[in-house]
T-cell receptor, first 115, second 108 residues
């Protein structure tokens, strides 16, 4: 199966700063998603990253706080802006290959701690 | 939108016993139901899935059953092993709404 790489794997950031997380896939995919997983909790969808257009955000998430880019079919970034301790979470990239497939596969995640 | 519930939240079994985790969903239009296993410090791993046109699917020690009328689906793990210990998540809906998770502990 294809490889999904997320960078960084973890980071500790100062409040008020921003962090950009990268998701790279080694083959073209139809759909890319970004999830947040707060400590000990389930996964919550932040947005669908759309290639060449603005991401589609879920209720409770806004572009100013979580700007997303997807310049091509293999790469996406999520930025967590103006961070506060409440943003401490694991952020996960997920992809669907398409072509009739609906299975979603996840990267290893980025563990973010805001101090 | 879709709402997914999952039970139990924690489950402890003896090695070799079976484990069953159940999820219920709200949107009758949902037609794809995956199960994920998440080990500590790792991303969720897809272990099995089922589509609405079948009632059961099996892959070695793992099986999933689906009852569309009742809107619930279950994960069955037989002959459990210590390496099965992890958090398991179900999901449903077009945007993959996840259940709250079940922490499974297999005791040697």
């Amino acid at each position: 199966s294809a490889v999904i790489s997320q960078k960084p794997s973890r980071d500790i950031c100062q409040r008020g700063t921003s962090l950009t997380i990268q998701c790279q896939v080694d083959s073209q995919v139809t759909m890319m998603f970004w999830y947040r997983q707060q400590p000990g909790q389930s996964l919550t969808l932040i947005a669908t990253a759309n290639q060449g257009s603005e991401a589609t955000y879920e209720s409770g998430f806004v572009i100013d706080k979580f700007p997303i880019s997807r310049p091509n079919l293999t790469f996406s970034t999520l930025t967590v802006s103006n961070m506060s301790p409440e943003d401490s979470s694991i952020y996960l990239c997920s992809v669907v290959w398409g072509g009739g497939n609906t299975e979603a596969f996840f990267g290893q995640g980025t563990r973010l701690t805001v101090v | 939108g879709e709402n997914v519930e999952q039970h139990p939240s924690t489950l402890s079994v003896q090695e070799g016993d079976s484990a069953v985790i159940k999820c219920t969903y709200s949107d009758s239009a949902s037609n794809y139901f995956p199960w994920y296993k998440q080990e500590l410090g790792k991303g969720p791993q897809l272990i099995i899935d089922i589509r609405s046109n079948v009632g059961e699917k099996k892959d070695q020690r793992i099986a999933v059953t689906l009852n569309k009328t009742a809107k619930h689906f279950s994960l069955h793990i037989t002959e459990t092993q210590p390496e099965d210990s992890a958090v398991y998540f179900c999901a449903a809906g077009q945007n993959f709404v996840f259940g709250p998770g079940t922490r499974l502990s297999v005791l040697p």
